[in-house]
């Protein structure tokens, strides 16, 4: 079965960009989305088909995906962004990447 | 408002069985499939099945096949998963999803309830 691997932890300080990467065979072939998890809460859609902003995402939140490698970028980090993310992909059945912990410092 | 409310879990034997239900408003729910995704106690995101619009196409995860059944009544807007033979592993919290597509595959999900509790223990 397909495999996504994030890093366990990423952190960033307050106001510069955060980069969380999401790696699989081929995986700029795909279509990923990305999903933001606060504590306590459901995830939320921040990212869909590699680079498209749900309405009432911030401009912050973008996305790119090529090669062996997909992205979401978090520009100006903010204290609220602190967050699990996941990355998520349909490929045979949904897949969904261990998740990365953002720490915004 | 798209709103999606999950019901129906607790705690559970080993080889017991639940039902979840996930109540949907706010959009045509006939329309759009809908997922369950579970997440382990402090773990990531597990998908576990997957209904099309009309209910007639399903599929589910590996760990569950052939213990858990995905089913919808479009006339209660009302999406279920009947759980059975419960394992300690099945622990987590529930949540149900809507697909972001209409008549899409359930493959993107852009709305998800609050999650329900479900914990199979002696």
């Known amino acids: 079965s397909y495999e996504l691997t994030q890093p366990l932890s990423v952190s960033v300080a307050l106001g510069q960009t955060a980069r969380i990467t999401c790696g699989g065979n081929?995986?700029?072939?795909?279509?990923v989305h990305w999903y933001q998890q606060k504590p306590g809460q459901a995830p939320v859609l921040v990212i869909y088909?590699?680079?498209n902003r749900p309405s009432g995402i911030p401009e912050r939140f973008s996305g790119s995906n090529s090669g062996n490698t997909a992205t979401l970028t978090i520009s100006r980090a903010q204290a609220g962004d602190e967050a699990d993310y996941y990355c998520?992909?349909?490929?045979?059945?949904?897949?969904f990447g261990g998740g990365t912990k953002l720490t915004v410092l | 408002e798209v709103q999606l409310v999950e019901s129906g879990g607790g705690l559970v034997q080993p080889g017991g069985s639940l039902r979840l239900s996930c109540a949907a408003s706010?959009?045509?729910?006939?329309?759009?499939?809908m997922t369950w995704v579970r997440q382990a106690p402090g773990k990531g995101l597990q998908w576990v099945s997957v209904?099309?619009?009309?209910?007639?196409?399903?599929d589910y995860a590996d760990s569950v096949k052939g213990r858990f059944t995905i089913s919808r009544d479009n006339s209660k807007n009302t999406l279920y998963l009947q759980m059975n033979s419960l394992r300690a592993e099945d622990t987590a919290v529930y949540y149900c999803?809507?697909?972001?597509?209409?008549?899409?595959?359930?493959?993107?999900?852009?709305?998800w309830g609050q999650g329900i509790q479900v914990t199979v223990s002696s």
């Open positions: 999803a809507k697909d972001q597509v209409v008549g899409g595959t359930g493959f993107l999900m852009d709305y």
């Open positions: 706010g959009f045509t729910f006939s329309s759009y499939a």
């Open positions: 209904i099309s619009g009309s209910g007639g196409s399903t």
């Open positions: 081929n995986i700029g072939s795909k279509n």
């Open positions: 088909r590699d680079s």
């Open positions: 998520q992909l349909w490929d045979s059945s949904t897949v």
